[in-house]
């Protein structure tokens, strides 16, 4: 009997999963430059053959890895951008962010250690440019909008503090503390809503 469209679809996704996460794996555990195709087909347990089904090169690899990556930020945004006020705004991205980190945290374990390296960097340049960008702009957004002085400098600020905790988490799980730590963000980072409110009063 043959396979519904779905069956297949979704065998097809199962095996570009396994590609995505043995590469990142090995990426970061051999380095980017020193991975070839063939050690990936090999630890996924797949013929060289199919793996150029699915990505025609590292290349085409690395960029997917970043791709996922992206998605989970968008993921972070879309949320935020649910809240009804600047202040939700603001809240509901740093705990979307930080709920998403928790749920791939293995992941952006490896994904960390990949980005730093340098054949990486050079091949992932314009891509980070572009993301760095569009993330400020959305942060200097929520800023501005929440009544900040500065919202330019803040969203770079808050940026680095939410990569930086992040990047710290995946390396102790179970011993970070993640949510008292999003409290504080959120507390440092809605100071003109908290003034707005008590005005208000």
């Known amino acids: 009997m043959a396979r519904s469209a779905a069956l297949n679809q ?12 043995t590469a990142l794996k090995l990426f970061s555990e051999h380095g980017y430059d020193r991975t070839s195709i063939k050690m990936i087909a090999e630890s996924a347990g797949i013929s060289q053959g199919l793996l150029y089904n699915y990505f025609a090169s590292k290349d085409e690899l ?3 890895i970043f791709a996922q990556s992206m998605s989970d930020v968008q993921a972070s945004f879309a949320m935020a951008e649910e809240g009804s006020t600047p202040a939700e705004r603001i809240e509901r991205l740093v705990r979307g962010a930080f709920t998403i ?7 952006w374990r490896l994904s960390y250690g990949l980005r730093m390296q340098q054949g990486v960097l050079a091949g992932l340049a314009k891509q980070t440019r572009k993301s760095t960008a569009m993330i400020r ?20 600020i808050l940026f680095a503090i939410i990569d930086g905790v992040s990047q710290h988490y995946v390396l102790e799980p179970t011993r970070y503390p993640l949510d008292a730590v999003a409290d504080r963000i959120i ?15």
């Open 101 to 107: 980190l928790r749920k791939n945290q293995q992941f």
């Open 137 to 156: 702009q959305t942060l200097t957004r929520y800023l501005r909008d929440a009544g900040g002085d500065n919202p330019e400098l803040d969203a770079a």
């Open 62 to 64: 690395l960029a997917a």
């Open 187 to 201: 507390q440092r980072f809605q100071p003109a809503v908290a003034r707005t409110k008590r005005a208000a009063r």
């Open 10 to 21: 979704q065998m097809r996704d199962s095996s570009r999963a396994l590609i995505l996460e």
